[in-house]
């Protein structure tokens, strides 16, 4: 899952940016309302880790800023402003939860996985491709043989499932290799020439083991196409 931490104390984002990563997930750090701006128009985020106080204004204006962009995604707002009437007001500007600071680190990751199993775009949909059907809310994957009650799991590396993820999303369709980088890395990542082929590759290993009939196509020089061969 990719993450988007709105925080301007480096030390705390750190150690909160250390802890989701071994979670598995993809995090990016904004220290500022700026920054966390243009980072959302910019990237796709599946939820967003907001502060409150940010150097250069309250951070519950980016909600509002997402809703005016049209970007679709899911706020958890961690914060020291903690009163009863903050809390409503963070839920009620648009917030998914809010966590008052300090805050225990199991708590956090509990409260990123029930937030990130709400819908919020179409990516949240089930998204069926030969017999394979994924959860974009939850990122499970299955094989389905004949019917519902043959489903069997499909468990994959991280970046192997957002790179599925988002073929199947366009299932039929083109992605380039710059929309598959920017979901599957956090800008701070370093992205050597031959990473992305390497994932594909295993991704398809992958896929031939679960005899899933899907074939992920090569477009040179422009991207990558999922197609049902059945």
Known sequence: MKILLVEDDPSLAEAIRRLLQKEGHVVDIAESLGMAKAAITGSPYAVVLLD???????????????????????????????????????????????????????????????????????????????????????????????????????????????????????????????????????YDDVIQSNTLESHISRLRKHLAETESRVVIHTIRGVGYMLKDEA
């Open 52 to 186: 409150r106080m940010l150097p250069d204004g309250e951070g519950t204006r980016l909600i509002f800023h997402a809703r005016d962009h049209g970007v679709q995604t899911r706020f958890l707002i961690l914060s020291a402003l903690g009163d009863i009437h903050e809390r409503v007001e963070g839920l009620d500007i648009g917030a998914d939860d809010y966590i008052v600071k300090p805050f225990e680190p199991d708590e956090l990751c509990a409260r990123i996985r029930a937030v990130a199993r709400r819908p919020v775009t179409d990516t949240a949909r089930k998204v069926s491709l030969g017999n394979l059907r994924m959860d974009g809310a939850t990122g499970d994957l299955v094989t389905v043989a004949n019917g519902a009650e043959d489903e069997e799991p499909v468990l994959l590396p991280r970046r192997e499932m957002t790179l599925l993820q988002k073929l199947m999303d366009r299932a039929g369709r083109v992605v380039t290799r710059d929309a598959l980088e920017t979901a599957m890395y956090g």
